[in-house]
């Protein structure tokens, strides 16, 4: 905690005194660029990665990235997609998955969850992504199975995302886009799922984004 403490002092004495204008902008409210899903992965820093502020992203984060379908429970996943939608607004909604995620890695090492049932009770919303890999990817190893696992579980996720009703309402009207990112931590490089494609393409390059269910295999990142 030493470290924390000793930051806290830091942030107070110097970093928020030199963006005092920003801070008292967004003490009048808020109005984020986009909703930000990710994993709770302590090596990601959203706001780091896509080099934005206090006040540009506003962030929905849980083991794996994973969002519920609606109605599958009274989590606080669907309350603030809910809330980030209908009440703020946001016109982009991304879903970033990242290498090395040790929530699909276990969910397809099951063995890894024994004794703890609440995360594999959450994990169950992964279970189309077990699916769709084991069923459809073979001779994989398990360094190429975690790489295609977090690719096809971001897939899956912007599947349950659209169930949502004021996602899907605003998907209807044309003024929200879904975006589906991979983070590969060992490089710093992000990287895009391109509908045309059926890809995940590095970030300079992907344009066409927000995939749809039809897809090509996923080739490794
Ligand atoms: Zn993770």
């Not at 946001?90 to 004794?115: P, T, Y």
Request: aromatic share 8%.
């Amino acid at each position: 905690m030493r470290k924390l403490i000793s930051g806290l002092h830091e942030y107070q004495h110097h970093v928020f005194k030199a963006q005092k204008e920003l801070f008292a902008k967004l003490s009048q409210g808020q109005s984020p660029e986009a909703l930000f899903i990710t994993c709770s992965d302590s090596r990601i820093d959203p706001n780091m990665l896509t080099q934005t502020e206090p006040g540009d992203l506003f962030v929905l984060r849980n083991a794996g990235n994973i969002v519920p379908p609606y109605g599958a429970g009274h989590g606080g996943e669907a309350a603030t997609i809910e809330f980030a939608v209908d009440k703020l607004g946001v016109k982009d909604i991304i879903i970033c998955g990242h290498s090395l995620c040790g929530a699909i890695k276990a969910v397809f090492n099951r063995e890894v969850l024994a004794d703890m049932p609440m995360l594999t009770a959450f994990l169950a919303h992964a279970e189309s992504t077990r699916r769709i890999v084991l069923e459809n990817y073979h001779d994989i190893d398990p360094e190429g199975l975690l790489n295609i696992g977090s690719q096809e579980n971001v897939l899956v996720q912007v599947e349950n995302l659209r169930t949502h009703p004021s996602v899907a309402a605003r998907l209807a009207k044309g003024d929200l886009n879904i975006h589906a990112w991979m983070y590969k931590m060992e490089t710093g490089a992000v990287f895009g799922y391109d509908a045309g494609d059926r890809q995940f393409l590095p970030a300079t390059e992907f344009m066409n984004q927000s995939g749809k269910s039809s897809r090509n295999k996923l080739v490794g990142l």
